[in-house]
C-alpha cells in the first residue's frame, strides 16, 4: 500500500489542477502500463480522465486515439507529473479520425520519429506541456485536421533530417484554424539536407488555400536544420510576438499569400524572407542581423501560371513601421539569374539605426513606395531613394524588456497621420493609435501583453506570464569601494497584474525587499566580487526569473585608475596601444596589477609604473579594465575604459597623395609660391604659372607603379589665356621612354577654380606620368601657362578572397558562399559550370559532378574587376533501401508482393539471389519450399551510387492430407481397387493394419473373414510434409459354410425382421460376439455370449431397418465368421 501513495497524492493534485469545475462528473482511470493505456482509451468516454502512472515505458506499437470528447468534456490522456512519464520505443500516440476534444498533456516523448501524430479527420485536439526528443529521421509531431491546439511544448535536440512540427491537409486544403502558441523550439542540429525545417507549415500544393491558423508567442533558439526556420507554404496566416533568438535559419514566407507578420523579435538570425502577395509585415524588432527584411527575388509568377513550387514574385507587399538595430543588411533584395525581382512593395515608416546600408536591391524592383523611414547611423542609405527616408537620431534607448523603445522627446512619436488599417499593433502588444509612431514601439500606457520571451517563458515547465525585473543601478560589474552605501535600483513590470514586490540578495541571502514603487533598496558594500539578485512578485503571486548583476567591491584606501587611454578613445587598425595604470594601496603595497579586455587577460606589471602595450588591434569596440593584487591578497578593479578602433581608411585613389616627386620643365624660380610642387598641395587657391611658354611639361614620379586612368586639371584664379588647351598625357617606367596615353586638343575651362575631369583607358601600371602642354588658351607665348591642381587618378587592382569549398557529396545542404573583395564592394556569385544554382549567396547543389563557381567583384571606376573561380566535385550520393521484412512462407502460398524503397526516392527493383521462387516485377511466385534471397537493388543515377537490401525468409513445407472412402463389405473372394488421394497430389502408400488381408500395389484381397483395416499414408517430399495417415476397416464376409466344430445356422434368412441365430455351443468354453452390420459395414444390433453360458440361439429384430443385405459378424475369440442377411 506504502508504495503507491505517491503517485495517488500526485493524481489527486493533478486532477484538481487540470479539471476544475468538471472533476466531479469525470472517470478517473489510473494506468501503469502500454496495455492498460491502451484499454483504457479504448473504453474512454467524454470526461474520462487517463493518468499514465510515472515511468518509463516502452511502447512498439503506436497508441490509437479515436474517441471523441466534447467541448465541455474532452478526453484527457495525461502523464501523472508534468515529464514523469516517458514513452519510448517505436510507437507514439497516433489521434486518427473522427477523434475530437482529446488533451495529451505532460508527457516526454522519446520514442522514435513519426510516431507522434493527428489524422486528418481529427478536430479541436490539444497536445499541452509535453516534451518531444525523439530520434531518428522524421517529424517529431505531424499535424493535420482542424482546430488543434499546441501550446507549452519544448521540442529540442534533433540532429536528423526532418522537422519538429510539420502541418499537411487533405487535398489541396491546408490544416485550418491551428493554434501553435508558447513552445519551445531549441537546439536544432543540421540535418543533412532539405527538409529539416523547425517548423514547416504546408507544402507547395497546399500553398493557395487558406489556413487561418495562428503562430504566437513561440521561442526558437539555435535551430539550423536547414536553411529555413520557420517555413510558410500556405495562405492567410497569422504569426505574430514569437522571438526568434541565435538561429542560423531564416524564417521563410515561401509559397503562398495574405499572412501577417507582426510583433515578432528577431535577435541574431537572417531575419525574415519574402515570397507571395499580398502579404502584411509590421511592428517587427530586428536587433543585430545578418539580414533583416529580404524581399525574395521571384523565378515565377504562380498568379501567371508558373508552377506552384515557384519562387513566387513578391507583389503588394507591406513593410511598415518595423524597428531594425544593428543589422548588417536592412531591407535586401538578392540577385537571380534571370529573377523577376518584386513589384509594388511599400517599405514605410520603419527605423533604421546602425549597421550597414539602409537598402540593397540588386534585382528589377517595379513601382516600389519608399517614405517616412528613419535613419540613423546607418552606413548609408544605399538603394534606398532620398524621397523615402529622413536622417534622424530617434533617441531609441534599451528597456526592461531588453529591446530599444522610444524615449520621451522622439520625433518619431505621433509622426504619421497616414492611414495604415492593417497596422492595428505595436512590437509590445499595445494597440496603434493615430497618430501612429514610427517603428516599431507606439508609445502608450496601455497593457503591456508581448515582449522579448525567454525559455522560461514557454516550453513544458514554462511558469506562464510571469512578470519581468532588471537592475537600473548600479550597473553590472560597477566598481564600488567599501563600506560605500550602494543605492539598488530596479524596474519591474507585470504582464498579469501589478507589482507586490522585489526581494533582493547578496550572493544568494536575503537582505531585504520594497514593497512600494520606486523599487529599491541600500547595501553597504563588503570587499569583494558580489552576485545580487532581484526577483519581482506579482499580486497573483507569479514570481520573475531573478535579474543578476555583479558589483565588484574595492577595499578601503585602494586607488587603482586607467590614465591612458581616456575612456571613449578612438584609435585607427592595426592599432597599437600603451595602457598606463596608477595603482595604490592605503594600508599594503601592490604586487601586480594585470590588464584584461573584457574576461581575456591581455597582460601583467608587477611593479610601477604599471604599463602594457597592446600591439596589432583589429577593429571593433574594447573595454578595458585593470586589476590589482596586494600584499595581503586584496583584490581591487579599475574603473572600464571603452576604446575604438576603426578599420584603417583605404589609401588615397589619387597617386599625387602618395608621397612621389613632381617636377617641372620650366620652373618658376622668380616666385617660388607659383612654381610646380603647388599642383599637388591640394589647394586650389595656389597655383603653377611659369610666364613667356604656352608649352611646358610637368611631370610626377610615384612611389610606386600605379594604373592611372584619370586625370584632372583645376583652372588657376585669373588669366583664361593661361589655361592649358591643348595637351597630350605619358606615361613611362625609366623616365627616358615614354607611351602616350591621352591627347586632348580645344579643351577650355569655363570658370576660374573649375575642376575638370579627363579619362582614358590604360590597363598598364607607370611610375611616371608626364602632362606635356602644347599650348594655352591664348595661344601666346607671352600670356604664360598656368593652373592651379593636377591629380591623377590610378584604377587598383583588386584581389578577392574565396573560401575554399571542399569537395562533397551530393544531397548537402546549401552552401553559404564567402568571399570578399580587397576593394571592399559586395562580391556576388555565378555558376560556371556544373550541377548547381546560387540565389544570393547560398550555393544549392542540384546534382553530382563537377561545379565551377565564380565570386565577382565587377569593379567600378577605381577598381578593376577580379574573378576568382573554384572547382570543386560533388560525388554522388550514397543511397540506403529500406526492404521490408517478407514473413515466413509456406509453400503452396499464393503470389505475394514485394515493398521496398529508396531514400534517394528512387525506383527500386527486385532479383532473385537464391531459392525457389521466381519474380516477375514485385510479385514473387512459390515453386517450392526451402529458403529464398530477395535483393532488392536500386541501379543509382547521375547523382546517388547503387544501393541493395536483401531479405532472406523460409518457405516451409506444405501440409497434406489423405481422403480414403470407407470401403463398403466385401465378399472373401472378391478384390478391392484401393482409391485414396493425398491434397498434395503426391502418390499414396497403403499398407494393412490387422485382419485377413493383403494389398499387392493398390489392390487388397482377402484370406478370410472378419474386419480388415487398412492404411493408406503419404510420406511427403521436399515440397510436404508427411500426411497424417488415414484407415479404413472394412468387413469381409464369406457365403462358405465354416468346417469346424462350430454350425451356424440362420433363420429365416431372407427374413422380414425377426431372425434367430442357432450355435453349437455345446462345450461353452467360447465367448461369442454377434455384430450384425448394414451393407455400409455400420454395425446396428450386437450380442454377445459369455463363456460358459448354455445359450445355442440369439434372436435379432431387423424390424424397424429398411431392406437390403446386412452381415452377421460372429467371433469367438479365435475365430471369425460373416454370413450374409437379406431383409425383404
Known amino acids: 500500500m506504502e508504495k503507491n501513495l505517491p503517485f495517488v497524492k500526485g ?51 503506436d497508441i490509437t486515439i479515436s474517441k471523441k470528447g466534447t467541448a465541455a468534456q474532452p478526453i484527457t490522456i495525461a502523464a501523472q507529473t508534468i515529464g514523469g ?81 510539420t502541418v499537411r491537409g487533405v487535398g489541396s486544403q491546408i490544416a485550418q484554424r491551428l493554434w501553435i502558441h508558447h513552445n519551445y523550439f531549441h537546439k536544432q542540429l543540421p540535418g543533412g539536407g532539405n527538409g529539416a525545417e523547425t517548423l514547416q507549415f504546408g507544402l507547395s500544393g497546399y500553398s493557395l488555400s487558406s489556413s487561418y491558423s495562428i503562430i ?26 514569437n522571438t526568434i533568438r541565435n538561429c542560423p535559419a531564416q524564417f521563410t514566407l515561401r509559397h503562398g499569400n495574405r499572412s501577417v507578420v507582426y510583433g515578432n523579435y528577431f535577435s541574431n538570425t537572417p531575419g525574415l524572407r519574402i515570397f507571395g502577395d499580398d502579404h502584411v509585415i509590421f511592428s517587427n524588432y530586428f536587433e543585430n542581423c545578418s ?144 497618430p501612429f509612431d514610427i517603428g516599431a514601439d507606439e508609445v502608450s500606457q496601455a497593457p503591456v501583453t508581448a515582449r522579448l520571451l525567454n525559455p522560461a517563458d514557454v516550453g513544458a515547465n514554462a511558469a506562464g506570464d510571469a512578470p519581468v525585473v532588471s537592475f537600473t543601478a548600479p ?136 604599463t602594457f602595450t597592446w600591439a596589432n588591434i583589429a577593429a571593433g569596440k574594447y573595454t578595458l579594465q585593470a586589476k590589482a593584487t596586494n600584499a595581503l591578497n586584496q583584490t581591487s578593479f579599475s574603473a572600464p575604459v571603452n576604446i575604438t578602433v576603426n578599420a584603417a581608411p583605404i589609401a588615397s585613389f589619387d597617386i599625387t597623395d602618395n608621397g612621389g616627386v613632381i617636377t617641372a620643365q620650366y620652373p618658376n624660380t622668380s616666385k617660388p609660391t607659383e612654381d610646380f610642387p603647388s599642383l599637388i598641395d591640394n589647394n586650389k587657391s595656389t597655383k603653377y604659372y611659369r610666364s613667356g611658354r604656352n608649352a611646358l611639361w610637368v611631370q610626377y614620379k610615384s612611389t610606386v607603379p600605379a594604373i592611372v586612368v584619370k586625370y584632372t586639371i583645376t583652372s588657376a584664379n585669373d588669366v583664361p589665356g593661361r589655361d592649358p588647351r591643348d595637351w597630350n598625357l605619358q606615361g613611362s617606367n625609366n623616365g627616358a621612354d615614354w607611351t602616350t596615353l591621352d591627347t586632348r586638343t580645344g579643351e577650355s575651362f569655363a570658370t576660374r577654380l573649375l575642376t575638370n575631369t579627363y579619362t582614358f583607358t590604360n590597363t598598364t601600371p607607370y611610375q611616371y606620368y608626364r602632362l606635356n602642354i602644347t ?74 559532378g563537377t561545379i565551377t563557381v565564380r565570386a565577382i567583384q565587377d569593379g567600378d571606376d577605381s577598381y578593376f574587376p577580379d574573378t576568382v573561380e573554384q572547382t570543386f566535385i560533388v560525388s554522388k550520393a550514397m543511397q540506403t533501401v529500406s526492404f521490408d521484412p517478407v514473413e515466413t512462407k509456406t509453400f503452396g502460398d499464393g503470389t505475394f508482393d514485394l515493398s521496398a524503397s529508396s531514400d534517394a526516392g528512387l525506383p527500386v527493383t527486385f532479383e532473385l539471389v537464391s531459392g525457389p521462387v521466381t519474380i516477375n516485377g514485385a510479385t514473387v511466385t512459390i515453386n517450392g519450399a526451402g529458403v529464398a534471397t530477395i535483393r532488392a537493388v536500386q541501379a543509382g543515377d547521375e ?21 480414403f472412402a470407407a470401403i463398403p463389405p466385401t465378399n472373401s473372394t472378391d478384390s478391392v481397387q484401393l482409391t485414396a488421394t493425398a491434397s498434395s497430389g503426391l502418390p499414396i502408400n497403403y499398407s494393412i493394419v490387422s485382419g485377413p488381408g493383403i494389398i499387392n500395389n493398390n489392390t487388397l484381397t482377402f484370406t478370410g473373414e472378419g474386419n480388415v483395416a487398412v492404411r493408406a499414408s ?63 459395414g455400420n454395425p446396428v444390433q450386437t450380442t454377445i455370449i459369455q463363456r460358459n453360458q448354455f445359450q445355442f440361439e440369439v434372436d435379432f429384430n431387423l424390424t424397424n431397418y429398411q431392406n437390403g443385405i446386412y452381415y452377421l459378424y460372429i467371433f469367438d475369440g479365435t475365430t471369425t465368421y460373416v454370413r450374409l442377411i437379406r431383409k425383404d
Open 11 to 61: 493524481l489527486i493534485s493533478f486532477l484538481f489542477l487540470l479539471l476544475g469545475p468538471i472533476l466531479a462528473s469525470a472517470t478517473t482511470v489510473p494506468v501503469t502500463s502500454i496495455t492498460e493505456l491502451q484499454a483504457a482509451i479504448n473504453n474512454a468516454a467524454p470526461g474520462d480522465v487517463i493518468i499514465l502512472a510515472n515511468g518509463v515505458y516502452t511502447a512498439t506499437a
Open 85 to 165: 512519464a516517458e514513452i519510448t520505443g517505436s510507437g507514439g500516440f497516433s489521434i486518427v479520425s473522427p477523434a475530437a476534444y482529446i488533451i495529451i498533456k505532460g508527457f516526454k516523448f522519446t520514442h522514435a520519429a513519426n510516431h507522434a501524430k493527428m489524422a486528418s479527420g481529427t478536430s479541436f485536439c490539444r497536445w499541452t506541456r509535453n516534451t518531444f526528443e525523439t530520434p531518428g529521421e522524421g517529424e517529431y509531431l505531424q499535424l493535420n485536421g482542424n482546430d488543434h491546439e499546441v501550446d507549452y511544448n519544448t521540442f529540442q535536440n534533433k540532429s536528423n533530417l526532418g522537422r519538429f512540427i
Open 216 to 241: 504566437e508567442h513561440n521561442v526558437f533558439e539555435e535551430c539550423d536544420g536547414e536553411n529555413e526556420l520557420i517555413s510558410v507554404k500556405a495562405s492567410a496566416l497569422t504569426i505574430r510576438y
Open 291 to 434: 539580414t533583416a527584411l529580404d524581399i525574395g527575388n521571384g523565378d515565377g509568377e504562380v498568379a501567371y501560371g508558373a508552377p506552384l513550387t515557384s519562387h513566387d514574385r513578391p507583389d503588394r507587399i507591406l513593410i511598415a513601421f518595423n524597428t531594425l538595430v544593428n543589422c548588417s543588411s536592412n531591407f535586401k533584395q538578392g540577385g537571380r539569374t534571370g529573377g523577376l525581382g518584386a513589384t509594388f512593395v511599400t517599405v514605410a515608416n520603419n527605423i533604421v539605426q546602425g549597421g550597414g546600408a539602409a537598402a540593397s536591391i540588386a534585382g528589377p524592383y517595379t513601382n516600389p513606395v519608399w517614405t517616412g523611414n528613419m535613419l540613423f547611423n546607418v552606413s548609408g542609405p544605399g538603394a534606398m531613394p532620398a524621397s523615402g527616408y529622413t536622417i534622424t537620431d530617434p533617441m531609441l534607448a534599451r528597456d526592461i524588456t531588453g529591446t530599444y523603445h522610444l524615449q520621451t522627446g522622439s520625433p518619431a512619436i505621433n509622426a504619421i497621420t497616414d492611414s495604415f488599417p492593417a497596422v492595428i499593433a505595436d512590437m509590445d502588444g499595445q494597440p496603434r493609435t493615430a
Open 475 to 610: 550597473a553590472n560589474n560597477a566598481i564600488v569601494d567599501a563600506g560605500a552605501p550602494v543605492p539598488l535600483t530596479v524596474d519591474a513590470i507585470s504582464f498579469s497584474g501589478a507589482i507586490s514586490k522585489i526581494a533582493y540578495s547578496v550572493d544568494g541571502v536575503t537582505i531585504g525587499e520594497d514593497t512600494t514603487a520606486p523599487w529599491s533598496l541600500t547595501w553597504i558594500a563588503a570587499a569583494g566580487a558580489h552576485t545580487i539578485t532581484a526577483v519581482a512578485t506579482d499580486d497573483k503571486g507569479k514570481e520573475s526569473q531573478p535579474a543578476v548583476i555583479i558589483v565588484n567591491v574595492n577595499p578601503a584606501g585602494s586607488h587603482l585608475n586607467i590614465t591612458s587611454p581616456a575612456d571613449n578613445s578612438v584609435f585607427t587598425a592595426p592599432a597599437s596601444i600603451g595602457i598606463n595604470v596608477t595603482a595604490t594601496d592605503d594600508s599594503s603595497t601592490i604586487t601586480k596589477v594585470e590588464f584584461f579586455n573584457g574576461a581575456t587577460k591581455l597582460g601583467e606589471d608587477a611593479a610601477a609604473p604599471y
Open 775 to 848: 599650348n594655352n588658351s591664348a595661344g601666346l607665348a607671352t600670356t604664360g601657362t598656368q593652373f592651379a591642381e593636377w591629380e591623377l587618378f590610378e584604377r587598383k587592382i583588386q584581389t578577392i578572397t574565396f573560401d575554399h569549398i571542399n569537395d562533397t557529396t551530393y544531397g548537402i545542404d546549401p552552401i553559404a558562399l564567402v568571399a570578399s573583395a580587397s576593394s571592399q564592394m559586395p562580391v556576388r556569385f555565378e555558376v560556371g559550370s556544373g550541377p548547381a544554382s546560387i540565389e544570393d549567396s547560398i550555393l544549392t547543389i542540384t546534382g553530382a
Open 943 to 963: 547523382n546517388y551510387e547503387p544501393a541493395f537490401s536483401e531479405q532472406t525468409f523460409i518457405i516451409n513445407k506444405a501440409a497434406q492430407t489423405i481422403s
Open 1018 to 1080: 503419404q510420406p511427403g517430399n521436399e515440397n510436404y510434409l508427411s500426411a497424417d495417415s488415414v484407415d479404413q476397416t472394412v468387413l469381409v464376409f464369406s457365403t462358405r459354410e465354416k468346417k469346424d466344430c462350430v454350425k451356424i445356422i440362420v433363420y429365416p434368412n431372407p427374413t422380414h425382421g425377426r431372425l434367430k441365430v442357432k450355435l453349437d455351443n455345446k462345450q461353452r468354453d467360447k465367448q461369442y460376439t454377434l455384430i450384425i452390420y448394414n451393407s455400409n
